[in-house]
């Protein structure tokens, strides 16, 4: 049972442009969602997060949008850049329960110069 | 720099051999995980560690040990119980249980020979 999906496995978008990445989740007592950027053959690293008492969450380039009505999230990055290219995996928790971080599938981000 | 460290970086397991990766950390967290990448699927939790000398079973555990003898360390032994042990294995720290973000190490590729 995926708690957590990322339905598009990958998404490719021009420099400068925006890319958007979603994740919708199954489980309504996740209350604390983030977003991981992994290299190949790297760590994944923290990017940005979110509670759920709150919708939009801004740093620099990166906007995470939470609908908790649709149990939608997105992770918007105004402008892409090619370093941008990478694995986004968003994760979710739920800190009334274990707390547990679930994941889910990743999406390939490729931006194009 | 205060970081993980995860050795080897590639390693390769014989068929009924039992091998061992190795995961250090100096930031001083309590909590440790292991995670497991398959290609197309999302990280998955093996163990993890609240504290010294205790640690959980995570999502899939069959096949796997951990011990957690010292609050640096949290070693992950794949035994010849797991039959697909091909993947790449992350390990991780917090500085409490479930805290707000996971601090990954780079990761090791095990292969089966």
């Known amino acids: 049972d995926q708690q957590v999906k990322q339905n598009s496995p990958s998404l490719s978008v021009q420099e400068g442009r925006i890319s958007i990445l979603n994740c919708d989740y199954t489980n309504s007592m996740f209350d604390y969602f983030l977003w991981y950027k992994k290299y190949p053959a790297e760590g994944p690293t923290f990017l940005i997060s979110?509670?759920?008492?709150?919708d939009k969450n801004e740093d620099g380039r990166f906007t995470v949008f939470l609908n908790k009505s649709a149990k939608h999230l997105s992770l918007h990055i105004v402008p892409s850049q090619p370093g941008d290219s990478a694995v986004y995996f968003c994760a979710a928790s739920a800190s009334g329960n274990t707390g547990k971080l679930i994941f889910g599938q990743g999406t390939t981000l490729q931006v194009k110069p | 720099d205060g970081g993980i460290t995860q050795s080897p970086k590639y390693l390769f397991r014989k068929e009924g051999q039992n091998v061992t990766l190795s995961c250090e950390q100096n930031l001083n967290h309590d909590a440790m995980y292991w995670y497991r990448q398959d290609p197309g699927q999302g990280l998955r939790l093996i163990y993890y560690s609240q504290i010294v000398n205790d640690f959980q079973k995570g999502d899939i555990a069959e096949g796997y040990s951990v011990s957690r003898e010292k609050k640096e360390s949290f070693p992950l032994t794949v035994t010849s119980a797991q039959k697909n042990p091909t993947a790449f294995y992350l390990c991780?720290?917090?500085?409490?249980?479930?805290?707000?973000?996971?601090?990954f190490g780079s990761g090791t590729q095990l292969s089966v020979l």
């Open positions: 991780a720290s917090s500085i409490d249980t479930w805290g707000e973000k996971l601090f």
């Open positions: 979110i509670s759920s008492i709150k």
